[in-house]
């Protein structure tokens, strides 16, 4: 059975960074972010493929987030930097089973998400 279990969102300041985690069990797949803030639809953050590479980011984030992935400790991560009240929502890791998808639903198994809120 595939579980998602993300951690290390909170509560911080503009300009602050966070890195949220996602222990992932049951197989390796393509592994994304997505987000959903208050009273807005959820949206594509980030994803990585399997080997770890190719790596794709929404616009909003490009530059400020890094995806990555440890399979070892099938754990992956999203560094956040530069944060802003606009990244203010709850983070969802989400799994596929294959392709690069941004859209949530080529995703089959998602974690409860973890809250991540940005001061101004």
């Known amino acids: 059975q595939v579980q998602l279990v993300e951690s290390g969102g909170g509560l911080v300041e503009a300009g602050d960074s966070l890195r949220l985690s996602c222990a992932a069990s049951?197989?390796?797949?393509?592994m994304a972010w997505f987000r959903q803030a208050p009273g807005k639809e959820r949206e594509f953050v980030a994803l990585?493929?399997?080997?770890?590479?190719?790596?794709s980011y929404a616009d909003s984030v490009k530059g400020r987030f890094t995806i990555s992935r440890d399979n070892a400790k099938n754990t992956v991560y999203l560094q956040m930097n530069r944060l802003t009240p606009e990244d203010t929502a709850v983070y969802y890791c989400?799994?596929?089973?294959?392709?690069?998808?941004?859209?949530?639903?080529?995703?089959?198994?998602w974690g409860k998400g973890t809250q991540v809120t940005v001061s101004s």
């Open positions: 990585i493929s399997r080997s770890a590479g190719r790596p």
């Open positions: 049951g197989g390796t797949f393509t």
């Open positions: 989400a799994a596929a089973f294959g392709g690069l998808p941004t859209t949530e639903y080529n995703y089959h198994y």
